[in-house]
């Protein structure tokens, strides 16, 4: 509970801190909220995304999950996109994952964690796609570090097949999908260089970017 009190007492501070440096921060977020950006990564604790790109409250909608993962059933995360770029008229959505993510390692592992196993298939069916390219990287912690790059690259993919991504592509409106890694080692974000704009160049943009992170 000492815990929970201290987080508490941090909050206040803060928001007293907040309030000091610019007395209108508060009243102005709330009377708006219009961020250009979706940032869809990973739960990891060590992956804050408004602080590693150096963002304000209200600057950037988000939405995390175990591995960065965006499946075609999953509401939760289509919610979110939907509402981003239909209702918020986002401009960018990038999907960013890590290296040395747990749930990576586990799905390359095959652990057996228990619930999570059936939702990290989904990382083992990057692997499975790229099997060839990984097993001939001899060095596990290389190998595990390019099935993070592929599984971002995959998941971008499967971000600009939504229905909600072509509709908006096909009406005319300009928005780009992004695919990005982290260094928890380092603090840095890299470029995985595929970004997605239209539908027409989804198809080699995907495969360039899987030659050049290959």
């Not at 979706?38 to 999950?65: K, M, Y």
């Not at 209702?87 to 890590?98: M, Q, R, S």
């Not at 600009?160 to 990005?180: F, K, M, P």
Request: glycine share 6%; hydrophobic share 40%.
């Amino acid at each position: 509970m000492n815990d929970l009190h201290q987080l508490l007492e941090k909050n206040r501070a803060w928001a007293e801190n907040k309030k000091a440096t610019d007395p209108e921060f508060f009243n102005i977020l709330a009377q708006k909220h219009e961020p250009r950006y979706l940032w869809i990564g990973c739960s990891d604790s060590r992956v804050p995304a408004t602080q590693l790109v150096g963002l304000e409250a209200g600057d950037l909608f988000v939405h995390r999950n175990v591995a960065n993962v965006v499946v075609h059933t999953d509401f939760n995360c289509l919610s979110v996109l939907q509402y981003a770029v239909d209702v918020l008229k986002i401009d960018h959505i990038i999907v960013c994952g890590h290296y040395d993510c747990g749930g990576v390692k586990a799905a390359m592992k095959n652990l057996q964690l228990g619930l999570i196993d059936n939702w990290l298939r989904h990382v083992q069916d990057v692997f499975h796609n790229h099997d060839k390219m990984l097993n001939e990287i001899a060095d596990k912690e290389l190998r595990l570090n390019k099935l993070s790059e592929l599984n971002v690259v995959e998941q971008v993919l499967n971000v600009s097949r939504t229905t909600i991504v072509q509709n908006a592509w096909r009406r005319g409106q300009e928005l780009a999908v992004h695919g990005w890694i982290y260094g928890v080692q380092d603090g840095l974000l890299r470029d995985l260089s595929i970004c997605v704009n239209n539908a027409e160049g989804l198809a080699q943009a995907y495969k360039d970017a899987v030659e050049k992170n290959g």
